[in-house]
């Protein structure tokens, strides 16, 4: 241990012994890329005017100069940009420590720089005392005595529709400028289009007009142009006018509308075209009516819109028996426990006979000596919708039933011989009629209507199940796929055993007994830290001082 921290203490000695040398190579630029660029206005003070920035490392601004080409002067005092005048910009850029611009031999140096990725050029480089610098030098175009206009907005055109008739009020958002000449053109057939003309179905149109420019003012040479919100075309531009066109997609051929079937949204049912999708009209869902298992279907178009409710249908026909606790008529609909009664003993027989409710004929106390004859009932099995029954034994004696043959676990509540629905398993296929389609269970094949939605045609073809347009309506459900026809096996995630604690005393560093202090390790490697920056730090003046 003992020599391992000796043989640091050396390599950490040398290593800061050689940090003068290092820190006397500077790093070379020979890029420089400036960010800001503003072409100077009439009018304008040149005072902060460029307000530039740089992402490059090891350099800083030093000065920004401007000089009046056209004048021969540089600007000073409150000086203004004037029109008609060329300018240009000497930009000093200064190297921070340990930096250097490079090759500057004889002050030329072998740099590049750019204004927002304009070239600039590079005028002068030299060294003072320990200071690198370059300056930097763009010249901008004259100074304009018009105005540039670069967008022009148009709007108040009607588009194109059938049987309507050309559209010429037309104007400009812009002050600077001013439309007119608005002229049209059927591109199908190839010729001008007359302000009593009427647009047809199948055919495309364009659109084109003329912008001038206000006195004052000069198109850009890029100028972009829009109408009413769509991006323009500009041709012929001779910087006081321009030429813009727009032009239309084709119109569509008139038809007379088909209606569908009613078709449902939810809130309500309505029809559509089925050659254009064009709304045709629609109504609220009316009739029906909601049982306790069933809800209330539109009679129009079919829509389960109103809830179940608890108006149950008691089978008044039978009693059933709820145990030793009541007995009850079931719903028709849902089976639900409808007319709630306590049994009621019947008339005394033999004494010691079994005493029997008059109403369900539940055994309430049992005959004397009553020994029970179990007879095993049959599991019903779920449905998707319907609750099941597990297996059970009953007594023929005495109405008990029980889990086991055995007699020995007596079933307290029927309940839990329930078994509950096991739910739709929606399918890979879709059923379609003309007009929508669903999926479908997979199990007992029903229409699942949660599921339903429109055709989204494409070609005449509906891109999610296989109907076309010109299909018949199917009335049965058409399989894309085969449905899965089993129910789903039930899977547990394997158990995964907790990962081993981890020693934290494992992490603690090596240790020796009879090595030095913590305190005296800091110590020593402190006073070799500034025993070397402190060497550092002296071999830099004597090199200051030399160059000076």
């Known amino acids: 241990m003992k020599k391992r921290l000796l043989s640091l203490i050396l390599c950490l000695f040398l290593a800061i012994g050689m940090l003068p040398s290092v820190a006397c190579a500077a790093a070379e630029i020979s890029s420089i890329s400036l960010k800001g660029y503003k072409a100077p206005e009439a009018g304008k003070s040149f005072q902060n005017y460029l307000a530039l920035t740089t992402e490059d490392a090891g350099m800083s601004f030093y000065a920004v100069d401007w000089y009046d080409e056209t004048a021969g002067r540089f600007l000073n005092g409150s000086d203004t940009f004037r029109e008609g005048h060329v300018y240009s910009v000497q930009i000093w850029m200064e190297a921070q420590s340990g930096y250097s611009f490079k090759c500057i031999n004889d002050n030329t140096p072998n740099v590049t720089a750019t204004l927002d990725g304009r070239a600039m050029t590079v005028t002068k480089a030299f060294e003072y005392k320990a200071w690198a610098m370059v300056v930097l030098n763009y010249t901008f175009p004259a100074i304009s005595s018009n105005q540039e206009i670069r967008t022009v907005t148009a709007t108040g055109l009607t588009a194109p529709e059938e049987g309507n008739t050309p559209d010429y009020s037309l104007t400009v958002a812009e002050n600077s400028c001013s439309a007119s000449g608005v002229t049209w053109t059927d591109l199908t057939a190839g010729e ?28 850009s040479q890029n100028v972009q142009a829009s109408l009413d919100g769509s991006r323009a075309t500009v041709i012929n531009n001779s910087g006081q006018r321009i030429d813009v066109v727009f032009e239309f997609p084709a119109l569509a051929e008139a038809h007379t509308h088909t209606p569908s079937a009613w078709r449902t949204t939810g809130a309500y049912h309505y029809k559509a075209c089925t050659t254009c999708g064009d709304f045709l009209e629609q109504e609220d869902h009316k009739g029906g009516v909601a049982t306790c298992n069933e809800k209330g279907k539109c009679t129009v178009c079919g829509y389960a819109y109103i809830e179940t409710n608890e108006n149950h249908t008691p089978d008044t026909t ?84 029980f889990y086991d043959a055995q007699g020995a676990e007596k079933i307290a509540d029927e309940e839990d011989l329930t078994i509950p629905p096991q739910g739709h398993h929606i399918s890979n296929g879709w059923g379609f009629d003309e007009d929508t389609h669903w999926r479908i269970c997979a199990w007992c094949k029903a229409r699942m209507t949660e599921t339903e939605m429109e055709h ?74 500034a025993a070397g920056v402190g060497g550092g730090i002296l071999v830099l003046k004597l090199s200051k001082k030399k160059r000076v």
């Open 318 to 401: 039978k009693w059933v028996a709820r145990g030793e606790m009541y007995h009850f008529h079931p719903c028709k609909g849902c089976g639900a426990h409808c007319d709630v009664a306590d049994h009621i003993p019947g008339p005394a027989g033999t004494p010691g006979a079994a005493v029997v409710c008059r109403d369900c004929g539940y055994v309430i106390t049992p005959a004397k000596n009553h020994e029970h004859k179990l007879t095993l009932v049959a599991e019903v099995e779920p449905t998707c919708t319907e609750s099941g029954v597990n297996a059970y034994y009953t007594c023929s004696g005495c109405s008990e039933k």
């Open 456 to 529: 989204e045609l494409q070609d005449g073809k509906c891109t999610t199940c296989e109907f076309e347009g010109t299909a018949p309506t199917q009335t049965a459900p058409v399989q894309t796929t085969d449905p899965e026809t089993t129910a789903p096996a039930q899977t547990t995630e394997p158990e995964t055993a907790d990962p081993e604690p981890t020693n934290p005393e494992s992490a603690d560093p090596e240790t020796e007994e009879g090595g030095l202090p913590l305190w005296a390790l800091l110590l020593i490697g402190l006073v070799a830290v």
């Open 192 to 219: 001008a289009v007359n302000n009593a003309t009427e647009f047809k179905g199948g055919r495309a149109y364009r659109v084109r007009f003329a912008v001038t420019a206000n006195p004052g003012y000069v198109f």
